[in-house]
């Protein structure tokens, strides 16, 4: 039988969390950084590998469309002129993002569930932790005062 490992404090999981973060991160502002080195202008082949360093940093193709849909939009208005305004661009837009997701999460500052039904999915390879992040996060909803949760794990 196979031996549980005791549980693991909140302090040491969101340190995990925040090195990962940071690493992930690091990992994405090297990237953009090559890219931007060397280019004078943004063009279509700019805009290209811009979109696909985006995807695999496994931002998520929604929030990548969005991110080169507002690049391309201030483009179009001249707000951007020179390619290293685009690394300055982006972190202003993904902080946005966080921010507008932030205040719409569950688990984030406010804690209310809106009327209706919220689903979340989690989707990995196996043996990633998909399952255990949903019992801690099911834990800390019902911490939370949340009485009316239904999980399904497929």
Known sequence: MK???P???NAAVGGRLRDKLSKTRRRLAGRVNALLTGRTVIDPPF???LEEVLFTSDIGVETTEQLIG???EQLDRKSLER???VKTMLQEEMISLLRVSQERSLVGPQDTVSEGLEVVMFIGVNGVGKTTTVAKMAH???GQGHTDLHLCLA
């Open 3 to 5: 031996e549980r490992k």
């Open 83 to 85: 390619p290293e305004q």
């Open 140 to 142: 800390h909803l019902q």
């Open 7 to 9: 549980a693991q404090n």
């Open 70 to 72: 507002d690049l391309k």
């Open 47 to 49: 805009l290209e590998d």
